[in-house]
């Protein structure tokens, strides 16, 4: 700057301040200019013995997350309840997959009498890993809990990835693995599902072979179109060498056990589950996963200490003590998706996919735009999903909710008929 040979202190005004000044060492004078470095977001005025350099926030960001699109969240209750100009209790939110009938009544119990708030978490989620290792049937050191299923899909590929690794995502599906791989400098290899939303496993295998991914993510049963994956299609990717993770945030729904038990045959399989769709917890974030032991291990040394919250672990242990409530709960969802399967077909411009989750994909057909579907039921106040990307364009995907939630979303569709 102003020479290469410049040498001086670098002096920060302020922490927010987007200017700093570096002094000058050298007691010769230093003419006034302008010079730009590093993509030229710094700006460097050298007069007398001081330069001023002109430092814009973003020259710290790291270079790939520059390009990174934001992760599109669906909006906050409130703010949802003021642009609808509706309070929260008369909108219909049937566009993220929660748990209309929340958590059973322990958890409240839980809540209002936790003693301890004031003390830091245990960091290893003693209480709630032993009660998962009965819920589930598999011993608590292969468990690790996270502040949701979202954060161990993070803390995964902070593990594993190095800049430059690739993962294999098999769209549609949560885009959460594509955003995370982003974040985490990895590069995404999308190998599409097939037109019945299942896996391209030979696809898969020949992807494997030519780019090396370090990982794969698949989800069963799968947002946004409810399909599971079959024993035989698994074993085939699991036999490819690549860490698999699995995703079952929905697998209550899906009448087919949980794999979790298979971490401990399988060396490159992770299982993740949620409390945000069984237990109805999603706001208390609160998720699990299975890892074989060599895995969990590099895990525990690098998730953030106190990632689950004393709320997020009393309310999840709460819930486990209701099972009877969480089946209840679950049947209920199951046969209500059932009916709305049912009426959806009897819509004459939806087509609806069957689904074995809380949720069921629909073709918006018939030249109904599917933006505007979702537009017109949320000034309803009904809420729904749409799609509008490479792999879904025009469909939405509509949460099921209790009966009442079914009806009021017909009667919206029968208006709009
Ligand atoms: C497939 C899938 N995995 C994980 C999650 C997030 O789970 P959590 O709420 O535990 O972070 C979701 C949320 O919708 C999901 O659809």
């Not at 002096?11 to 570096?22: A, E, K, W």
């Not at 899906?254 to 589950?273: A, D, F, P, T, Y």
Request: charged share 25%.
């Amino acid at each position: 700057m102003c020479g290469s040979r410049f040498m001086g202190l670098v002096d920060f005004q302020g922490t927010s301040s987007s200017l700093c000044t570096i002094k000058s060492s050298a007691s010769s004078y230093h003419r006034p200019c302008c010079h730009s470095f590093q993509r030229t977001q710094w700006r460097v005025t050298c007069m007398a013995s001081t330069v001023q350099v002109k430092v814009t926030g973003d020259s710290f960001i790291r270079p790939h997350l520059l390009k990174l699109s934001p992760y599109q969240p669906i909006l906050p209750f409130e703010v949802l309840s003021t642009h609808l100009g509706r309070k929260p209790e008369d909108i219909i939110k049937l566009d993220a997959n929660e748990n209309p009938y929340g958590p059973p009544p322990e958890v409240f119990e839980a809540l209002g009498s936790m003693k301890f708030p004031f003390v830091y978490p245990d960091p290893e989620s003693r209480r709630l890993r032993a009660a998962l290792a009965q819920d589930s049937g598999l011993e608590s050191e292969y468990i690790l809990a996270g502040c949701g299923a979202d954060e161990l899909i993070d803390l995964i590929m902070r593990c594993v990835l190095d800049p430059d690794d690739k993962v294999v995502d098999c769209p549609p599906t949560f885009t959460m693995y594509e955003f995370d791989a982003a974040v985490n400098g990895a590069l995404v290899v999308k190998v599409p599902r097939k037109s019945d939303f299942s896996l391209d496993v030979e696809l898969i295998a020949e992807v494997v072979e030519q780019e090396k991914p370090k990982c794969i993510f698949l989800t069963s049963p799968n947002n946004p179109d409810g399909s599971i994956i079959s024993d035989e299609a698994l074993l085939k990717i699991l036999d490819l060498p690549i860490l698999v993770v699995l995703d079952e945030a929905y697998i209550e729904f899906s009448g087919i056990e949980s794999r979790m038990q298979w971490v401990k045959k399988h060396e490159n399989l992770i299982v993740l589950r949620t409390f945000s769709k069984r237990a109805g917890l999603a706001g208390l974030r609160i998720g699990y996963g299975a890892f074989p032991l060599s895995i969990i291990e590099y895990l525990w040394r690098a998730k953030q200490p106190y990632n689950v919250s004393v709320a997020a672990e009393v309310s999840a242990c709460a819930a486990l003590k209701n099972p009877a409530y969480l089946e209840n709960v679950k049947v209920a969802l199951v046969q209500e998706r059932e009916r709305l399967f049912k009426l959806l077909k009897e819509v004459p411009f939806l087509n609806p996919y069957p689904s074995r989750s809380n949720f069921i994909l629909c073709e918006v057909t018939s030249g109904m735009d599917a933006k505007k579907l979702k537009e017109d039921l949320a000034n309803m106040g009904v809420m729904i999903r749409h799609y509008n990307n490479k792999e879904l364009k025009g469909y939405v995907r509509v949460s099921v909710g209790k009966p009442e939630h079914t009806d009021a979303l017909m009667e919206c569709l029968n208006c709009l008929c």
